[in-house]
């Protein structure tokens, strides 16, 4: 079965600096998200990503954090100058273009566990 | 806003209990309901769904009946293994993103 693969599964990084997580959703899908869980808490929706566009972004998804789709593969989270409060799990999900968007399910990477120091 | 309250956990059954995980929602419009499973060191894996009121999502022996009148989706299996052990989160979704509840997690010991 078609899978959503992230990498890396963890990352440490210090404080201040940039990162980026990778994401490649499964190929026929269009639809692309980023989500995610603080230690203990919601899994929280960040951003939504559709035709080279953000369709929808939350309170969460300030100017410190970008998305981009750089190829036809893969689908990367930016956060550039990270906080120690960026520490969290996590998600990429993708789903396909068809029928209703609020029917479709997403699919979900494994997530990206980042901890900064 | 939009919110899903999902029953406190931890919760902790015998093999072949009977399971139920309470999940109610608040919603401005008419969502469709979701269960995800996220096993240990794993990503969240949708289970089932439902679409529109009285819906039942069924998978694996778990199921859910959309309750448009008390708000509800319910999750429910007759019969749980050590296998179903993971963490259950109830979501929603009325245009593009997911509304996640805070997860349930859940424990069968043999």
């Known amino acids: 079965e078609p899978e959503v693969t992230q990498t890396p599964s963890h990352q440490v990084t210090q404080m201040g600096q940039e990162v980026i997580l990778r994401c490649v959703p499964i190929?026929?899908?269009?639809?692309f998200y980023w989500y995610r869980q603080i230690l203990g808490q919601k899994v929280e929706f960040l951003v939504s990503?559709?035709?080279?566009?953000?369709?929808?972004k939350s309170e969460i998804f300030d100017d410190q954090f970008s998305v981009e789709r750089p190829d036809g593969s893969n689908f990367t989270l930016k956060i550039r100058s990270t906080k120690l409060e960026d520490s969290a799990m996590y998600f990429c999900?993708?789903?396909?273009?068809?029928?209703?968007?609020?029917?479709?399910?997403?699919?979900f990477g494994d997530g990206t566990r980042l901890s900064i120091l | 806003g939009d919110s899903v309250t999902q029953m406190e956990g931890p919760v902790t059954l015998s093999e072949e209990a009977f399971l139920t995980i309470n999940c109610t929602y608040t919603?401005?419009?008419?969502?469709?309901l979701f269960w995800y499973v996220q096993y240990p060191g794993e990503g969240l894996q949708l289970l089932l769904k439902?679409?529109?009121?009285?819906d039942k999502g069924s998978n694996k022996g778990f199921e859910a009946t959309y309750r448009k009148e008390t708000t509800s989706f319910h999750l429910e299996k007759g019969s749980v293994q050590v296998s179903d052990s993971a963490v259950y989160f109830c979501?929603?979704?009325?245009?593009?993103?997911?509304?996640f509840g805070t997860g349930t997690r859940l424990t069968i010991i043999p």
């Open positions: 190929s026929n899908h269009l639809y």
């Open positions: 919603a401005t419009g008419y969502p469709s």
């Open positions: 999900a993708s789903r396909e273009h068809k029928g209703i968007p609020s029917n479709q399910p997403q699919h």
């Open positions: 439902a679409t529109k009121a009285d």
């Open positions: 979501a929603l979704s009325l245009n593009e993103k997911l509304t």
């Open positions: 990503f559709y035709n080279n566009e953000i369709s929808e």
